[in-house]
């Protein structure tokens, strides 16, 4: 596609529920990056995709984190048993082969557990 | 470890000019540059590689110290489509991830 897409946008769910964020990157971008991002604060790095594997995934909070990548493209992050400390924007970046290139973020997926 | 940007947040006129830095107490291999308005994706705006020259142009460019692990963004006659929040992004050799700073507010005012 034209862009890195993400969805849901916007996403409510209650405390305790499992929740799946789901990223589709930009068509040929072999690299693939999640972030999270709290209200007014930087991006804190969660896990690395290269290809469909995950050599660093050293960001995951906890082990109620997991994250998938099939066919080299979507990925889906799963959050379970969600705390009100999940709740953040989750952006998902990709990038094209080679130092010079820069990360192109989708819009992140606003998550709010209450 | 996260870069340190300076300053936390600055507020200019239209045409001023402001300077952002960051700072990395590990060796960088490449600084990255961003650009993220409220409630939008963060965008690229450049990328300085260890040995590289100074990028940019026009009225926004970068530099790399090597020496001093710092980077400095460089916004000339500022225009109110500058506003936003700025990040630098570190790598250090043979990572394949960025450290981001805590960002940089920047205010335009007419």
């Known amino acids: 596609g034209a862009g890195v897409s993400q969805s849901p946008s916007n996403k409510v769910t209650e405390k305790g529920k499992d929740v799946e964020l789901r990223c589709d990157p930009i068509?040929?971008?072999?690299?693939l990056y999640w972030y999270r991002q709290s209200l007014g604060q930087g991006l804190e790095f969660l896990i690395y995709?290269?290809?469909?594997?995950?050599?660093?995934k050293s960001g995951l909070p906890s082990d109620r984190f997991s994250a998938e990548r099939t066919g080299g493209s979507v990925s889906t992050l799963t959050i379970q048993r969600t705390q009100q400390e999940d709740s953040a924007v989750y952006l998902c970046?990709?990038?094209?082969?080679?130092?010079?290139?820069?990360?192109?973020f989708g819009s992140g997926t606003r998550l709010t557990v209450v | 470890q996260q870069p340190v940007q300076s300053p936390q947040a600055v507020i200019l006129r239209e045409g001023e000019d402001a300077v952002i830095n960051c700072s990395s107490s590990?060796?960088?291999?490449?600084v990255h540059w961003y650009r993220q308005k409220h409630g939008e994706a963060p965008v690229f705006l450049m990328i300085?590689?260890?040995?590289?020259e100074q990028k940019g142009h026009e009225k926004i460019s970068a530099s790399f110290n090597e020496k001093k692990q710092q980077s400095s963004l460089y916004l000339t006659a500022s225009q109110l489509s500058y506003s936003g929040t700025y990040f630098c992004?570190?790598?250090?050799?043979?990572?394949?991830?960025?450290?981001f700073g805590q960002g940089t507010r920047l205010t335009i005012n007419p």
């Open positions: 970046a990709s990038r094209s082969t080679g130092s010079l290139y820069g990360y192109t």
């Open positions: 068509s040929g971008h072999t690299a």
């Open positions: 995709f290269q290809g469909n594997s995950a050599p660093d």
């Open positions: 590990k060796a960088l291999y490449s």
């Open positions: 300085l590689l260890k040995g590289g």
């Open positions: 992004g570190t790598a250090t050799q043979g990572a394949q991830k960025l450290v």
